[in-house]
């Protein structure tokens, strides 16, 4: 049975938040996240995977075994960038901004080392692959991890991370997205998946003008879209949901943009994952969203949540989404919060 719950007003204001998590960048130790991300990735090509979580202690194995399976993926996509949904049109978009269509498909991390291949989806779920990138089976020397998407045809190269042992995420988004044109321009990469060759294509990435926005808009290059992905140019590859990139999609960029029916009809109530956490409910951005009057659930539970709608209040520049209702804790193969 759905439980009714009292939504709590939130300010999205992502231009602040940009300015704030740039300052932090100057600030920190840029090695940190990289390494923390190499590790994992490089520590899923091996077998046995181990880690130190915390006991679940529950009754049912099957059910301690997938909490625990679920940390573990949770540990990796929380090092993982993220980008945000634009909800407002930064001030310097066409000074500071580049663009790039977000092809259809399924998003994935290509890593390679000492011979051995793998992809590791957004759900941390990984899976061994052949491939002549740097590392690979094929291409035993350096090592490569890739941010792609695959489609059914192609493999799509959105972002550099490592390539031949060179670390790139904590290069400024520009100059990563040229150098992975420079890398995989030498030569002709893939991926073997399932018995079947993809080649690896670059995405091309553009400015932000209104010539190139109409363009992109319309389509021009033919491709299914999901998506227009903007970047920051000065953004580094931050861990978590980060306002230095955002993701836009209408009904002109994507095929799916909300939730319907199988006629195609909108559905009244939208279906959203949401953490629970000190008896709030918290998006993938971390905003408070409803708080108050909630049952008990296990503290950093993900549940799976219905919502009628979003009232935006654009004096106070805060939002607050309307007919929350619990439905129950969300599937064990979900890993992080909606966003």
Not at 55 to 71: G, L, M, P, T, W
Not at 119 to 127: E, P
Not at 154 to 159: L, N
């Amino acid at each position: 049975m759905s439980l009714p719950i009292k939504s709590k007003s939130f300010s999205m204001l992502q231009e602040k938040r940009r300015k704030l998590q740039l300052d932090m960048a100057k600030q920190r130790r840029d090695q940190l996240i990289s390494k923390k991300r190499e590790q994992l990735l490089w520590e899923s090509l091996s077998a046995g995977q181990k880690g130190s979580f915390p006991q679940i202690q529950q009754k049912d194995k099957r059910k301690e075994e997938a909490v625990r399976d679920q940390n573990r993926r949770r540990q990796f996509c929380q090092t993982l960038c993220i980008p945000e949904w634009m909800v407002e049109v930064p001030n310097d978009l066409a000074r500071n901004w580049i663009v790039m269509p977000r092809p259809e498909g399924h998003r994935y991390l290509v890593s390679c080392k000492r011979g051995k291949a793998s992809i590791r989806s957004l759900s941390g779920y990984t899976k061994n692959i052949k491939t002549n990138l740097p590392g690979g089976q094929m291409n035993f020397s350096g090592n490569c991890i890739l941010d792609v998407i695959i489609a059914d045809t192609c493999v799509y190269a959105m972002d550099i991370l490592v390539f031949n042992s060179t670390e790139y995420s904590e290069s400024e988004a520009e100059s990563r997205l040229f150098t992975l044109h420079s890398r995989l321009s030498e030569e002709s990469y893939y991926l073997i998946l399932d018995k079947k060759q993809l080649p690896i294509i670059i995405v091309p990435y553009f400015e932000c003008s209104v010539e190139n926005l109409s363009s992109l808009h319309a389509n021009t290059l033919h491709v299914p879209l999901n998506g227009l992905l903007f970047l920051d140019r000065f953004g580094k590859m931050e861990e978590g949901c980060t306002p230095l990139q955002l993701l836009w999609k209408d009904a002109q960029t994507a095929t799916y943009v909300i939730n319907t029916d199988a006629q195609g009809a909108i559905l009244a109530n939208q279906s959203v994952t949401l953490l629970y956490k000190d008896r709030s409910l918290r998006s993938l951005e971390g905003f408070v969203v409803v708080e108050g009057e909630l049952p008990s659930f296990d503290d950093d539970s993900l549940l799976r949540c219905t919502v009628g709608g979003v009232r935006a209040d654009s004096e106070r520049q805060q939002w607050q989404l309307v007919d929350v209702n619990v439905v129950g804790y969300a599937s064990y193969s979900k890993t992080l919060p909606d966003s």
